[in-house]
């Protein structure tokens, strides 16, 4: 299976979740289908046998509020079955609304308090490099949470200790709670914060598999990389695309059908 129909049923699966669980964050988990599908399909060293392999890449899902996409890509990649994603946001179910990796094969860490995940994938990067190990750490972070001071303070650790075996996505929607990032706190100019913190920092379209690939399967040789990943809230379902009312809401019968309908499911 390739990428990008990877990311086609990442989004079939989501709709389907948060319908079924009652969930929200559904625009925060579309936006990032593409980021997860390039990562788990062509750009981490993971073994879904083998959850545990010790020389795996180690993937913190720092924005954990999309917990269904990661999922999602989870169960794509054989590390459960596909049916299971049935028991999210249920009772008694490991599938919890944000990230949890109790019971969950593939999850290195519970997440949804925004800005941890980076702090916790730099002291991984950290460890690897003092033990000389050779596997690498992403995190998937929304640009909401890097209004977070604790992110900036994990950007400069990372730099201090020239953790080139890191790298950071954004998933630059520019859409956060209840409205643009730009009216809560000015992101811009985004890259060059990054950059201004150490980080060879990139700018792609995070919809577009060829570049985010090209960003991510190599990373600098002496730097953490930053890849700002444009996106669209709710991309791949018109009526949910850039309305913030879908990063709590989930759709009712009649609109899941027609938004299964537009991601080619139906």
């Known amino acids: 299976m390739s990428s990008t129909e990877t990311a086609r049923a990442v989004r079939e699966h989501v709709l389907r979740m948060t319908s079924g669980g009652r969930s929200s964050h559904v625009g925060s988990a579309l936006s990032c289908a593409d980021i997860l599908a390039v990562l788990y399909d062509i750009v981490l060293r993971v073994d879904e046998k083998a959850p545990d392999w010790a020389e795996r890449d180690r993937f913190i899902m720092s924005k954990g509020h999309a917990g269904a996409a990661l999922y999602a890509v989870l169960a794509q990649r054989g590390f459960f079955g596909t049916e299971l994603l049935d028991q999210h946001y249920q009772n008694g179910s490991f599938f919890s609304g944000h990230v949890s990796h ?54 400069m650790f990372a730099h201090t200790h020239d953790l080139h075996n890191m790298v950071a996505v954004v998933d630059y929607n520019k859409l956060q709670a209840m409205g643009p990032t730009e009216a809560t706190a000015k992101l811009e100019p985004f890259a060059d914060k990054w950059r201004a913190f150490g980080w060879d920092t990139i700018e792609v379209d995070g919809h577009d598999h060829d570049q985010l690939t090209a960003a991510l399967a190599i990373l600098s040789p002496t730097n953490p990389r930053c890849v700002l990943a444009h996106t669209v809230k709710g991309k791949g379902v018109s009526f949910m695309e850039n309305d913030i009312a879908w990063h709590y809401q989930h759709a009712s019968e009649d609109e899941l059908r027609r938004a299964l309908e537009e991601v080619g499911a139906l």
């Open 102 to 155: 109790v019971g969950v094969p593939g999850v290195e860490l519970s997440t949804g308090s925004l800005g941890h995940g980076l702090s916790v994938a730099a002291g991984l990067a950290w460890r690897a490099r003092q033990r000389g190990e050779q596997w690498r750490t992403y995190v998937l972070l929304g640009d909401g949470e890097c209004d977070e001071g604790s992110v900036w303070e994990a950007a």
